[in-house]
């Protein structure tokens, strides 16, 4: 069912990635996509859902000085065609996290993954039966 995709660096100087989507969470962000249109991430710091990533749509939660950006996906298009600039991606996902949060989860590299069942009523899954959460473990520095 696919593979892992890797978010590109966003935090300056770093060279690695911080997080990534599993084939399950890639493909339910395809559907939600074409529900919804462009996306984004904040990870939620532990009110309302606990700690769960929030998917919405971009621009609808309001990032600022106060948020790190941990890294951008480049979205594949679920059935392998090319979009008319070539590419063979829907569009770039942001993931962001709170500065504050971030302090805590540095050493951690995340995985946004899929289980069933409903989070809250603030992302976007929600309505799907299924929720976001994620997988961490720590870094691997690179060498």
């Known amino acids: 069912m696919g593979t892992r995709i890797d978010a590109r660096p966003a935090i300056e100087g770093e060279e690695f990635s911080r997080v990534a989507l599993s084939p399950a969470a890639t493909a339910l962000l395809q559907v939600l996509w074409a529900r919804h249109g462009p996306l984004m991430f904040h990870q939620s710091g532990g009110c309302c859902d606990g ?3 929030m998917c919405f749509p971009e621009g609808d ?3 600022g000085g106060s948020d790190v950006l941990l890294g951008v996906f480049e979205l594949p298009l679920n059935d392998g065609a090319v979009d008319d600039g070539g590419a063979a ?3 770039q996902i942001d993931f962001w996290m709170s500065r504050e949060q971030f302090e805590y989860w540095k050493h951690t590299h995340l ?4 289980v069933p069942g409903r989070g809250s009523g603030f992302s976007v899954e929600a309505p799907e039966g299924k929720r976001f959460l994620i997988r961490s473990r720590l ?3 690179p060498a």
Not at 111 to 114: G, L
Request: glycine residues 6%; without cysteine; aromatic residues 12%.
């Open 61 to 63: 939660f309001k990032t």
């Open 139 to 141: 870094i691997d520095w």
């Open 111 to 114: 995985t946004v993954d899929v």
């Open 89 to 91: 991606r829907l569009g």
């Open 51 to 53: 700690s769960s990533p």
